[in-house]
């Protein structure tokens, strides 16, 4: 199944046969475009990058690569293909054929769950619209902005089912998502972790490390859906998703690698006035971006998760593969509860502790990551650890947010937590120092200081391949 690049709209929908959506899209498609200009990548339109670009939504061969001129980039509408047959899998419909229309019923659900999925997707562009200046090399440039144009496509996808849909109320919907902006003091976006800037490169991997691993967890969750198109689309967005972890895992990686080279050459933890970045910083940002990323997830208990299950409209992490009776009316779950300043495990209705379960299955595939990481600290022979910090650590949804805990796990007052959060979250002056460290590399092959080359270029090219010409 071919994508047609000869229309206007790239797509696999046909949407040449509807032309009331066709026209829809195409109204909205120069508003995306002045959004992306003022919003999107800062001074990017005119270099070239080697881009991949959707050609397909088979498995194997899905992806083009070739130099694009920025400006030219098409971004386009592509589901994966239909899965003959498909039940649902979960909730009050478990086994009635999937919806391939929207259910009316369950209009307003759906509605919400597109919007904030969809508003994820700028938001991440326009937080990161300003790295390009600081890049470390061509080859993490043209990552970038690989990231940048697939969340650019991610909201193509989103603004897609509203328009197609939602009628009326999706259009305006769809012009929300432009209208909202990341940061913006009367119209910011929905998601308190999409509003603030991702000023440097640290940042970057660590948010395509956890916020796009969140936006996998969604993703995979939605991917359950009883909605056949929010199912397709989402199964299509997961491909694109799978490459922003890798640079934000493998971004990490090197940083950790590069760190450990000078602690060997210079046989000191602080590798900062060597042009590194010392593990106790990096620690910093992982406790950020986890503490932030665990918030997505949402409450503990939450009656909204329960309906969308039930309903049939959102599932659990591969929910296939779980051995209960995906009903769940009477199943239980774990989950932390916070009592007389204590937290204790309680147990809970499975079909409210939802959130709790994806957050847990995000945790482990987190931890996973960490893991990796510390592997390349013990192969230099460094007994510093990188940590997931505990779930009661600088929370500001659920149980947790009416407390303060220690990256550690302990319980302590707020005039305690006052006086040591500069010890576990990037402070001022550690943005400062990055700030200063960072300049950018732009010459083919050559790399920052601060990180280690990768092991292997884009699609068989080497690391020193040309990856962005400037014109
Ligand atoms: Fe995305
Ligand atoms: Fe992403």
Known sequence: MGIDYNQKIPNNVDLAGDRRLQRALEKWLPAYLDWWQELGPARSSGMDVYLRTAVSV???????????????YRWGIFLAPPVPERRIGFGMHKGEPVWNELPGEYRAELRRLIV???????ASVEQQRFLGATCPS????????????????????????????????????????LARHAGDPDRPRILEAFNERTENWLSFFMFTFFQDRDGKFQLAALAESGFDPLSRTCRFMLTEEAHHMFVGESGIMRIVQRTAELMGEHNTDDVSS??????????????????????LFGSEKSTNAANYYSMGLKGRFEESKIDDDHVLTDAVY???????????VAEAPALTSINERLRVS?????????????????????GFELRLPDAVFHRNVGGCADIHGTPTGALIDAETWQRRRDEWLPTQADFAFLRALMQPVTEPGKMAGWIAPPKRGIHGKAVDFDYVQFH
Request: charged letters at 30%; one cysteine or more; proline letters at 3%.
């Open 362 to 382: 995000y945790r482990q595939d987190s931890q996973r990551g960490i893991d990796r990481f510390n592997k390349v600290l013990r192969a230099h022979d460094i």
């Open 138 to 177: 061509l080859y993490d440039l043209r990552n970038l902005f690989q990231v940048n144009v697939e969340e650019g496509r991610h909201l193509w996808a989103m603004v897609y089912l509203l328009q197609a849909y939602f009628g009326r109320d999706g259009r305006e919907e769809a012009d929300g998502l």
């Open 116 to 122: 904030t999925q969809g508003d994820t997707e700028p």
């Open 274 to 295: 060597f042009g590194g970045i010392p593990l106790a910083l990096v620690q910093k940002f992982i406790n950020l971006h986890y503490s932030i990323c665990l918030d």
């Open 58 to 72: 088979e498995p194997g061969g899905w992806a083009h690569y070739d130099f694009v001129r920025m400006q030219d």
């Open 334 to 344: 774990e989950i932390p509860e916070i009592r007389d300043g204590r937290v204790i």
